[in-house]
């Protein structure tokens, strides 16, 4: 079993890391550090360079007051009482519809007035009974993103959701502004995607097989934007997106796409239901089972899973053939982050509460309908990592990392695995650990190093580009908005690429 006492020593502070060659991390004075003397061309592409300070155009607004703005925008146009709780009941549902009616003893009938009256009492009775179950539900919206979104904190950082896309070498920014920006690596066009509605971005997703269908989830449901890629428009609004919700699926901190781009998923820790969309025709089907909401989703490569983590200790791997699940429970905390290997048939996770790594075989077993088989996973997961904190010694005194794991990422290759820390406080810790996998001919864990960043930064977002076939390109959002694109070069072990969970050959 791996573990962090193995590890190289970290680099000292001061000193940036700039790659990875012959096995090795290399780092150097951030000063005068130069990827170049070391990967002369990182397969013929320039990143480009991402400041917070100079992307943002403005410091992002509260919430509740943002939201409360734009809601009050939204209805005060109605002119009559039943499309205004005809609206409420449809974008905040019907406790706050009860809520409005309430409000409105002079524009509605007595008998409505008395049975709305009675109704959010018994509710309000459930929740406060729901929420003592679930704690996390007495959070605020602004809160309950910070918690459960995959940035270390959300709230302050500059950067609050990053994606590159599958196919092409592009990736998309949300901003603490909650303005989205594209950047195309053979483009110097940046479009920017704002909508009034689009408060409080959590997660981005590109389409698979698209090269311009984008969904951002947020406080107020999905947006998903078509982003074309030889418009010269700069600004996109309305026109090119489309707004999908679902009652009482907010905020929606979680989202993913089937590898085929046929299907979506979308998780609210504030709504107990599974939703798969079909975006083309605007319909969602809710998949309910109990947990208090859902706080992590994931598409199996192979598209025959998909896994869902809740706020308490259990969670679920759907089958998407039937659309059962098996379930995980008595686990030491909730999940705090997954990963799919590249083949869909591993799954590594960490829990909130422990500093260790698990991960669960899945295999292909014959269901004995029409030939069909369908994947199923060990009962038992295994220990296969323990980040246990360790101490290394240097010339400023000491450094400590490991612990629980806050987020984590791995390549498309299955040969490196990311991981952020967080400490006592629950703040990201300053470095990233990079971990050595391999799939075959049994799972395996081992040591690289660690990743520091620029001066005074701790890392938000860590996240791979998707389709870099040299090794792996890490790619690590820090606190102080600036992005760091990480090449770390190696020969794959297999001779080829993973595409629906297959090996295809090069």
Avoid at 222 to 243: A, K
Wanted: glycine share 6%; charged share 20%; proline share 6%.
């Amino acid at each position: 079993m791996s573990s962090l006492s193995v590890f190289p020593a970290p680099a000292p502070i001061g000193e940036v890391t700039l790659c990875e060659m012959n096995a090795r991390l290399i780092a150097e004075d951030y000063s005068s550090a130069e990827l170049s003397k070391y990967v002369p061309a990182t397969q013929g592409i320039k990143y480009p360079s991402i400041n917070g300070n100079k992307e943002r155009s403005k410091t992002g607004n509260n919430l509740s007051s943002s939201m409360d703005q734009d809601w009050g925008s939204l209805v005060k146009r109605e002119e009559s009482i039943s499309k205004k709780l005809l609206k409420v009941w449809h974008y905040k549902g019907i406790s706050e519809m009860l809520h409005e009616v309430k409000k409105s003893k002079d524009e509605v009938p007595s008998w409505l007035w008395h049975v709305s009256n009675g109704t959010d009492a018994v509710i309000r009775w459930f929740l406060s009974l729901y929420g003592y179950i679930f704690p996390h539900l007495n959070l605020s919206r602004e809160e309950m993103i910070n918690v459960f979104s995959c940035v270390s904190s959300w709230k302050n950082s500059s950067i609050r959701a990053f994606a590159w896309h599958p196919h092409v070498a592009k990736f998309v920014v949300a901003w603490q502004d909650d303005s989205v920006r594209v950047y195309t690596l053979s483009s110097d066009l940046v479009p920017i995607l704002e909508h009034k509605q689009q408060k409080a971005v959590s997660c981005l997703a590109w389409r698979p097989l698209s090269g311009s269908g984008l969904v951002v989830g947020c406080d107020s449901g999905l947006f998903v934007w078509t982003v074309d890629p030889l418009s010269p428009i700069l600004r996109l609004g309305g026109s090119s997106v489309r707004h999908l919700s679902y009652p009482g699926h907010s905020p929606v901190t979680t989202v993913s796409w089937s590898p085929s781009g046929q299907l979506l998923v979308s998780g609210s820790p504030a709504d107990s239901n599974l939703m798969v969309w079909d975006v083309a025709l605007e319909t969602a089907t809710p998949l309910y089972r109990a947990g208090g909401g859902v706080s992590l989703t994931s598409w199996s490569p192979d598209e025959r899973n998909v896994f869902t983590a809740t706020p308490s200790s259990l969670f679920r791997v759907w089958e998407t053939q039937t659309w059962t699940c098996e379930k995980w429970s008595n686990l030491a905390g909730a999940c705090q982050a997954a990963c799919w290997s590249p083949d869909g048939k591993i799954l590594v996770f960490a829990v909130a509460d422990e500093p260790a790594l698990y991960s669960l075989q899945f295999q292909n077993i014959d269901d004995g309908r029409h030939n069909a088989t369908v994947a199923k996973g060990a009962r038992l997961a295994v220990r296969c990592a323990d980040l246990t904190p360790h101490t290394w010694e240097d010339a400023d005194g000491s450094v400590t990392l490991g612990g629980c794991v806050r987020s984590m990422a791995w390549d498309p290759f299955g040969e490196r695995l990311a991981i952020i820390f967080k400490d006592d406080r629950k703040h990201a810790q300053e470095l990233v650990a990079v971990f050595k996998t391999r799939l075959k001919p049994s799972f395996e864990i081992m040591p690289c190093g660690f990743v520091r960043g620029p001066p005074e930064t701790v890392p938000q977002i860590i996240t791979f580009q998707q389709d870099f076939k040299k090794g792996a390109l890490l790619t690590v959002c820090w606190s102080d908005g600036s992005v760091s694109f990480i090449p770390l070069m190696f020969s794959p072990s297999s001779i080829g690429f993973f595409q629906n969970g297959v090996l295809k050959s090069q």
